[in-house]
């Protein structure tokens, strides 16, 4: 089956702690995108890379830290800098649709992390 | 810049009836647009999309049109069910694949 997973689902820390969330795809998919959701809010985006070795802050980057030495493989660390770092984080990827001319993106399951 | 606004909710229904979730959205050209769907702790599954002016996306009875003149793309559905209950996003896909979101929709189907 192929997919974006996520791990783990439920992710809890101290203060002062950096954390780092998994995100693994088998679509073959080239860019990959992290995402951040806050309740009643929508999804604002972290970081995002469109090939390996190369990632790009996106709109909410402070504070978080991305890697991209593989393909298949898109870890999200939160740094202690991060002032509000309790919130639901949502990894994506994308793909080139050529018969209608655009991406699709598709998203993992999600990580609830928790910083007391 | 770009930006998609959604009509807030929360929309709450009886089972079988219409629904309608306004979308509108501000962006240079004709972007891409896509209606997610994220149930109760889950992550957001592609519901419908549009790439063209006047294209309709449907799927599982939802429908939306994108409409260029208005600038809107409003989610609809003849007959909702409680297991349409779910939060809704309509989005924007910029030319690099980035998506710009709008706030949601959260929609409560009772029977």
């Known amino acids: 089956d192929g997919g974006i997973t996520q791990s783990p689902k439920y992710l809890f820390r101290k203060e002062g702690q950096n954390v780092t969330l998994s995100c693994e795809q088998n679509?073959?998919?080239?860019?990959m995108y992290w995402y951040r959701q806050d309740p009643g809010q929508g999804l604002r985006l972290i970081y995002y890379?469109?090939?390996?070795?190369?990632?790009q802050k996106g709109d909410i980057a402070e504070g978080y830290s991305v890697s991209r030495e593989k393909k298949e493989s898109f870890p999200l660390t939160v740094t202690s800098a991060q002032k509000n770092p309790t919130a639901f984080y949502l990894c994506?990827?994308?793909?080139?649709?050529?018969?209608?001319?655009?991406?699709?993106?598709?998203f993992g399951p999600g990580t609830r992390l928790t910083v007391t | 810049g770009d930006s998609v606004t959604q009509m807030e909710g929360p929309v709450t229904l009886s089972e079988e009836a219409f629904l309608t979730i306004n979308c509108t959205y501000t962006a240079t050209g004709y972007p891409s647009l896509f209606w997610y769907v994220q149930y109760p702790g889950e992550g957001l599954q592609l519901l419908l999309k549009?790439?063209?002016?006047?294209d309709k996306g449907s799927n599982k009875g939802f429908e939306a049109t994108y409409r260029k003149e208005t600038t809107s793309f409003h989610l609809e559905k003849g007959s909702v069910q409680v297991s349409d209950s779910a939060v809704y996003f309509c989005a924007l896909l910029r030319n690099t694949g980035k998506l710009i979101f709008g706030q949601g929709t959260t929609l409560q189907v009772k029977p």
């Open positions: 890379s469109q090939i390996v070795n190369d990632f």
């Open positions: 994506a990827s994308s793909i080139w649709i050529s018969q209608v001319g655009s991406y699709e993106q598709y």
């Open positions: 549009a790439t063209k002016a006047d």
């Open positions: 679509l073959n998919h080239d860019a």
